[in-house]
């Protein structure tokens, strides 16, 4: 599609500085809170037991005394940000794999709760793996939705995602998942989609047993592998096929809507429109994060937390918050409507009113090629005084927006990780050394 090869390019290009390009500042601490505005609390943590290759989050290898000293850390950085002023209405949990110690995940979300109780939803991410009654009966009191990450029921695909040893098989991992039923409020199944070696069949497969897991709400992720790992890929698997990307994910919005689902966002279908979703960016513009490699984004500038665990443990044990970088977004008004434009719609619907309030300017002045780009290739579903919403070809322009926003998060990713000190490059990365 040539809208998909144009809008790729594009988002490419305006997103060059959103991260590494114009890194011009650094901070010991984040800018104090705004008390009439609405937050989001991210907590990172960081382990897993095996490495995904095709995952970009920050992520290493688990070791006991290293994840429970990481918590440490995390609870004194908590404490900073209460200090500064921030109220939040939701936390989520992210990693890694947050619950690889159960009892530190547990202590974390109490405490959470304890600075800041107006902590209403809580969201937390795990795998196949992990599932059984001593998750369950520590997390149905905390934690309003669950996310478990299955990626694919093809076992072909979980042994090149290297998850086959580490999850099971994708018999194993079905009952597993089918076990969650009833004990959460919003039950997600994380998917991803266009590997270069799955077929329409795998995919058809796939969408058959997420219906079978008796979830009430599934993430179906096009292949979020950042550009160099896409060169890598080529090399070991085939090329990233954006061509047959389009058809695919209109076979899932076909099967799912088809199955009663409704949109949540461009990938997110949920059983019912008010649920939790993974992307807070679309119901909270601005969010604080903590833990190593967490991101913030506050007053239209983008805070990066040290990756490493070094500078991380560094910067707290000085009584420092550990920003390793800081863009200056800030600067231009244009990059945040660009923000807000994408993630808004990203979320399926655009509040024209709700732009000009915040911008003082109305949406088509001040994002004329974004909004003419969309028009012509017959974006919008409702294009009034008052919204923007999506056509089925819109969705997917919008998800192409996403998936290379992340994607270019993912090479930042890859980068910082690279230039960590070498020996707590191989001690945290490398799976011999564990």
């Known amino acids: 599609m040539l809208a998909e090869r144009a809008l790729r390019l594009g988002t490419r290009v305006l997103n060059k500085n959103y991260l590494n390009g114009d890194i011009s500042a650094t901070a010991d601490i984040l800018p104090k809170a705004d008390p009439d505005a609405r937050y989001m609390l991210y907590m990172h943590i960081p382990f897993c037991k095996q490495l995904c290759t095709y995952c970009s989050f920050n992520r290493f290898y688990h070791k006991e005394d290293r994840t429970r000293d990481y918590f440490v850390s995390l609870r004194r950085e908590l404490e900073m940000v209460k200090e500064l002023g921030y109220r939040f209405d939701a936390t989520y949990i992210g990693g890694g794999t947050p619950t690889v110690l159960l009892d530190e995940l547990v202590g974390i979300i109490d405490y959470a709760k304890e600075l800041f109780p107006d902590i209403k939803d809580v969201s937390t991410e795990t795998n196949p793996t992990d599932l059984g009654d001593e998750l369950f009966d520590a997390l149905t009191p905390r934690v309003d939705r669950l996310s478990v990450g299955v990626q694919s029921f093809d076992n072909d695909l979980l042994r090149y995602m290297s998850r086959y040893k580490t999850t099971g098989s994708a018999e194993e991992t079905l009952a597993a998942v089918q076990s969650i039923q009833g004990k959460f409020d919003s039950f997600n199944v994380d998917m991803i989609f266009n590997f270069p070696t799955q077929t329409f069949e795998g995919l058809q497969r796939d969408l058959d047993l997420v219906l079978q897991t008796g979830c009430n709400q599934t993430t179906f992720y096009p292949l979020l592998a950042s550009p160099l790992r896409r060169k890598q890929m080529a090399k070991d698997v085939g090329k990233v096929d954006f061509k047959r990307e389009y058809e695919m994910y209109k076979m899932v919005c076909d099967i799912l809507y088809g199955a009663g689902f409704v949109g949540s966002s461009a990938w997110t279908f949920s059983a019912s429109k008010d649920m939790i979703i993974d ?117 997917y322009l919008t998800l192409v927006m996403m998936r290379e926003t992340l994607a270019g998060s993912n090479d930042y990713r890859d980068q910082m990780r690279a230039d960590l000190n070498p020996d707590e490059y191989r001690e945290l990365l490398d799976e011999d050394a564990q």
Request: overall charge neutral; charged content about 25%.
């Open 279 to 395: 992307e807070y960016i679309v119901d909270y513009p601005e969010y604080v994060g903590i833990g190593a490699g967490a991101m913030s984004y506050l007053q239209g500038q983008n805070y990066t937390n040290a990756f490493g665990l070094r500078d991380y443990h560094a910067g707290i044990a000085a009584g420092k918050m550990p920003i390793a970088s800081m863009t200056q977004s800030a600067k231009s008004k244009t990059v945040d409507m660009r923000y807000y434009f994408a993630t808004k719609l990203f979320g399926l619907r655009l509040d024209k009113q709700e732009f000009r309030e915040r911008f003082g300017v109305d949406i088509a002045k001040g994002l004329p090629v974004e909004m003419t780009f969309m028009r012509a290739n017959g974006a919008f579903a409702i294009d009034d005084e008052n919204e923007l919403t999506l056509t089925d070809k819109g969705r």
